[in-house]
């Protein structure tokens, strides 16, 4: 079946500028994440959806970010006043439940934003 | 707190064993997996283990667990060049996985 798909793959954008990144994730899948992965570094946590609802927003490192799953399936990440240094993938993951025990991760490809 | 570790870099002949370190600090971790990532891709589910087991295998892979020293091994045996990739480890407490920074396997002809 169709994995979890993420667009735009690359995105480049100004210093300043708004972007909005999306995630449509594998169907039926309540739990979605949201990471974000720097040259060399693993995939580091930013927000957690499960539904609706974001059960976890620790990991968003400043008020410029935030996410949202209106209808707790296709989620985007949107970035505001975008810096130089939030150039990195960002990886979207969904599983079937949260604490299902055979329930991992399935990611998408990333979506590898370029802010200039 | 949350913290994964993984050496940065192994290399091996193609047809020998490759092993693949970590250790996390988490001690509730429920459940520790392998993930492989191929350059321009997103993270492939490779094996996982229940944190009460000792050790898993699947075909060329073997994953070790010492709970006590919150050491993670990935054995790959017979390695081939389509090994070559970046492996992490990542630890799940109830929902949340936390990701080491990765090793990059290079198989040499």
């Known amino acids: 079946g169709a994995g979890v798909s993420q667009t735009p793959s690359n995105k480049v954008t100004e210093k300043g500028k708004y972007v909005e990144l999306r995630c449509d994730p594998i169907?039926?899948?309540?739990?979605l994440y949201w990471y974000r992965q720097s040259l060399g570094q693993g995939p580091e946590f930013l927000i957690y959806?499960?539904?609706?609802?974001?059960?976890?927003d620790s990991g968003l490192p400043n008020d410029r970010f935030f996410a949202v799953r209106p209808e707790g399936s296709v989620s985007t990440l949107k970035i505001q006043r975008t810096e130089r240094g939030d150039s990195a993938v960002y990886l979207c993951?969904?599983?079937?439940?949260?604490?299902?025990?055979?329930?991992?991760?399935?990611f998408g490809n990333g979506t590898r934003l370029t802010v200039t | 707190g949350e913290d994964v570790e993984q050496s940065l870099f192994l290399s091996v002949r193609e047809g020998d064993s490759s092993v693949i370190n970590c250790t996390y600090t988490?001690?509730?971790?429920?459940?520790l997996y392998w993930y492989k990532q191929e350059p321009g891709a997103g993270l492939q589910l490779l094996t996982y283990?229940?944190?009460?087991?000792d050790m898993k295998q699947d075909q060329r892979l073997t994953v070790l667990l010492n709970k006590k020293d919150k050491h993670l091994s990935l054995r790959i045996a017979d390695t081939q060049t389509g090994d070559s990739a970046i492996y992490f480890c990542?630890?799940?407490?109830?929902?949340?996985?936390?990701f080491g920074t990765g090793t990059r396997l290079k198989v040499l002809a």
């Open positions: 993951a969904s599983s079937e439940t949260a604490t299902s025990p055979n329930s991992p991760l399935h």
């Open positions: 169907s039926g899948h309540t739990a």
């Open positions: 959806f499960q539904g609706t609802g974001a059960a976890d």
């Open positions: 988490d001690s509730s971790s429920t459940y």
């Open positions: 283990i229940f944190s009460n087991m």
């Open positions: 990542a630890e799940k407490g109830t929902y949340k996985y936390i």
